[in-house]
């Protein structure tokens, strides 16, 4: 009935059943939000003296909270005469669905006063404001009174609470909610998936999802879009493809959020083929979502190059970058110390604003750091207002591959004197420093605070650190004692660690027992087999070196092969030892001579003993002349102009060799070399360097 044929009642009494007709009308209104049709029906009905009723009260005051304009169903339920259940039950839920959540809970709290019972509804609407006020306490008392009214295992009010638990990260209250439920609906079982899924539990939501799944509940976008987040978060590319599979069944591929979610599942499962076609399935719902997952997945699998060619499409198609699209390619420039590209990229995160973001500020912290300009990082992190713990953890982590213990140190007491708590992450970065400037005593320190001080339990790599730091400073019956006395076994990276120091400080049995921890833990690990057989090299036991070597032939196990590569305009230029591949070897090898030359006259004197092989020192002199850091050295200077510092990257150690030659050829050439190699930085100029030879 419309409102011009409720007009010709006039201002008669209306019959009885004319009320549920004028109740169906003004519920039209509150679905189809029609609040000035519904304000004129209300106006007709006071000038038409239209006798009150509750009834259709009731329905006025649910049609203006619909409708947004709750005050004037509290002015309505004000002036009420008689009140009952459902007038209370409608304003409590009137209050909640315009977020008024503090005279939601009031009016709750005078409903109880006025001796009303309150409805599942009334109960869902506060249960909601403890979710948005993050209240787990308030929700804890309206689970008791729900308990004490026998509503609990009631299907909505056991909802909500399951959801109201699971959302302020109470995940055991919520699975305890949830099982004592009699009955559990597609709804209750979504609350419970999504919320092991944001609350870290994964396994936890994938087996919730088996279970509705198994008890022949009907999934929706919601639900699969769960489960591929805890996928995505395992890395479980199998149970993900059973999702994907229902999806299809479903129909539900079209949808822009399934979609992200499968793109992401497989590009952090690594299978960045299904990804792409996942992606490519309907390029109209595309988003900055999807691209930033296939970039990122790209990333991860180091293919650098289709990483920037999914942003160059991203940008064709118009898709705004996100600060995620962003924190993704900046990081793949940190890990191939791709600078150009990495100063390309700070433009545009500038251009876009994001420069004040706390995650991009990190990774350009540390993409500077990784790419050697010491400066721009610290730059970088100043121009933060209030860096929080991950920008602090950057720039402490650049000091420490930089070799500067004592900054980093600074660093860490700048952390704390502004309030920040340091993490787990943190301890990491400031041992590292501490290992690599020989700070000792500080390390030592500041491990055994993390506990008492900070309440952070030390994990395996905090202890590798000090295993680190004891064996780089040769005090090994420290380091043995330590491992020794751990709580735990050591890592890879530890036994890595001491093997390492027990080679340099020629500690055979040491190295021996450290040797054979790491093949426990790593077989496949070739460069405990090298060190292994480079003790034996170095006591000049050649029968034990030959038998280690065998065993790796036996074992069809590769050394690492040593090379390094020099960014010289838009390419990189790659060199192994001994290289002869190079399209300008004939210069660079010319170079390479003068420059031993030259580093000769002012007391280079090269150190055969680190060449352990059965030759003469000729042949000794001249394989030490050819690797492949002083080749890429040589290869710069011919092809740098002069101002510009020379950056060379290497994949292994560098040799105390090389090391000592470079110093001598920052001298004579009087350029700033910066050499970084897999554990750290060496900054070479005037015939000295950042670490002082301690590494």
């Known amino acids: 009935m419309s409102f011009q044929t409720l007009r010709r009642f006039g201002g008669q009494i209306l019959k009885e059943e004319s009320t549920s007709t004028l109740a169906q009308v003004i519920q039209t209104y509150a679905k189809t939000k029609q609040l000035h049709k519904g304000k004129q029906l209300h106006a007709h009905l006071l000038r038409s003296h239209y006798p009150p009723c509750i009834f259709l009260t009731n329905h006025l005051l649910n049609m203006y909270s619909k409708c947004g304009h709750v005050d004037y169903a509290l002015k309505v339920f004000d002036e009420m005469p008689h009140r009952n259940l459902v007038s209370w039950t409608a304003m409590v839920t009137g209050f909640s669905q315009n977020a008024r959540f503090s005279e939601c809970f009031k009016a709750f709290s005078e409903m109880r006063r006025a001796g009303e019972s309150p409805t599942q509804f009334a109960f869902a609407s506060v249960i909601k404001g403890c979710v948005v006020l993050g209240s787990v306490e308030m929700g804890r008392q309206l689970h008791c009174l729900a308990l004490k009214l026998g509503l609990s295992c009631e299907l909505f009010v056991g909802s909500n609470l399951a959801d109201m638990y699971s959302k302020c990260g109470v995940m055991v209250d919520s699975c305890r909610v949830f099982e004592e439920m009699p009955c559990k609906d597609a709804v209750s079982w979504t609350s419970m998936i999504d919320g092991y899924a944001k609350s870290g539990e994964f396994e936890a939501a994938l087996v919730s999802y088996k279970r509705m799944i198994n008890d022949g509940i009907g999934v929706d976008k919601y639900v699969v879009s769960s489960a591929l987040s805890a996928c995505s978060a395992l890395r479980d590319c199998q149970f993900g493809k059973c999702v994907h599979s229902t999806v299809v069944k479903l129909g539900l591929e079209v949808e822009v959020a399934v979609g992200n979610a499968l793109v992401d599942m497989y590009s952090k499962s690594g299978d960045m083929e299904s990804a792409s076609n996942v992606f490519r399935i309907d390029p109209e719902r595309r988003n900055i979502v999807s691209y930033s997952s296939l970039i990122n997945g790209y990333v991860e699998m180091d293919e650098i190059e289709k990483a920037f060619s999914v942003f ?79 920008a602090w953890n950057s720039l402490l982590s650049v000091f420490a591959v930089h070799g500067l213990g004592n900054d980093a140190l600074k660093t860490f007491s700048r952390m704390v004197q502004a309030g920040v708590k340091p ?201 030490l002349h050819h690797h492949s850091e002083r080749i890429a050295i040589a290869f710069a200077l011919i092809s740098m102009p002069a101002g510009k510092p020379i950056i060379v990257k290497k994949n292994i150690r560098v040799c105390l060799d090389c090391h000592s030659a470079i110093k001598y050829i920052s001298l004579v050439v009087g350029r700033k070399i910066i050499v970084r190699d897999n554990t750290r930085f060496h900054h070479f100029a005037d015939g000295l360097c950042s670490c002082g030879d301690y590494w």
């Open 423 to 623: 993490n787990a992450i943190t301890f990491v970065s400031l041992l590292t420093g501490c290992s690599h400037a020989g700070l000792v005593k500080e390390g030592l320190k500041y491990f055994y605070s993390m506990e008492k001080t900070y309440g952070i339990v030390p994990r395996a790599g905090h202890y590798s650190c000090i295993i680190d730091l004891l064996g780089r400073a040769g005090r090994l019956d420290s380091a043995e004692e330590f491992i020794n006395s751990m709580p735990l076994q050591p890592n890879a990276f530890g036994w890595c660690s001491f093997l390492g120091a027990c080679t340099i400080h020629g500690d055979k049995e040491r190295g021996k027992l450290a040797a054979e921890k790491l093949i426990q833990l790593e077989p496949e690990n070739s460069g405990a087999h090298v060190l292994l057989s480079t003790l034996h090299a170095k006591e000049q036991k050649w029968d034990d070196f030959r038998i280690v070597r065998k065993m790796m032939r036996d074992s069809s196990m590769k050394k690492l092969p040593g090379y390094s590569w020099v960014d010289v305009g838009n390419k990189t230029h790659t060199f192994g030892a001994k290289d002869w591949s190079h399209s300008q070897k004939k210069e660079i090898y010319e170079k390479l001579d003068s420059l031993l030359d030259q580093i000769k006259k002012v007391g280079y004197v090269p150190n055969t003993d680190l060449v352990l092989h059965d030759m003469d020192d000729n042949s000794k002199v001249e394989l």
């Open 312 to 390: 160059v499409d991203l940008q064709r198609e118009g898709v705004e970058p996100n600060q995620f699209t962003f924190s993704s390619l900046v990081k793949a420039c940190a890990n191939q110390a791709a600078l150009e590209q990495g100063i390309q990229l700070h433009a545009q995160v500038v251009k876009f604003k994001f420069d004040r973001d706390d995650f991009v500020v990190s990774v350009l912290v540390d993409m500077y750091g990784k790419c050697g300009l010491l400066d721009h990082s610290i730059q970088v992190f100043n121009e933060v207002a209030t860096p929080t713990e991950v």
